[in-house]
């Protein structure tokens, strides 16, 4: 069942569970990463056929990857959203920020412990006291 207007949000949470594998991200990586490579090899070469080619580096892994895996993305949109999701998902390996919104970010903190001490503990320098 396809949304007719997906907003960016949407479809870019069902392209994260699509490429839950880490093999999948990495060929994401890689073709973000030639794509724009490519992008800028266009632009200061001023070849508007490596310019035009950027886009498809940027999204035929994450395709092959979709179409092999037998995984179809639940929410459909442009074909814009699958670069800008490639391009941000690329960014989130990086950075190594891509295990926390697999697993629902701040949604799914731990519950807290009563047992535990509040962090950190008091101390001289936490409650500018001196004892």
């Known amino acids: 069942m396809a949304v007719e207007n997906p907003t960016f949000e949407a479809y870019f949470g069902s392209f994260l569970r699509v490429h839950q594998a880490p093999g999948r991200r990495v060929a ?23 310019l035009l ?14 179409r092999t895996s037998g995984e179809r993305l639940a929410v459909q ?36 412990d009563d047992d535990e001490p509040p962090h950190p503990a008091p101390n001289m320098v936490t409650d500018h006291t001196l004892h």
């Open 77 to 112: 949109g442009p074909p814009s959203f699958r670069i800008l999701a490639s391009l941000r998902l690329s960014s989130m390996v990086l950075a190594g920020a891509f295990g926390a919104a697999a697993a629902g970010g701040a949604e799914s903190e731990p519950a807290a």
């Open 28 to 50: 994401v990586l890689l073709g973000s990463t030639l794509g724009i490579t490519c992008a800028a090899v266009g632009v200061l070469g001023r070849r508007g056929a490596l």
């Open 53 to 66: 080619a950027a886009p498809f580096l940027i999204t035929a892994p994450s395709w092959i990857a979709e």
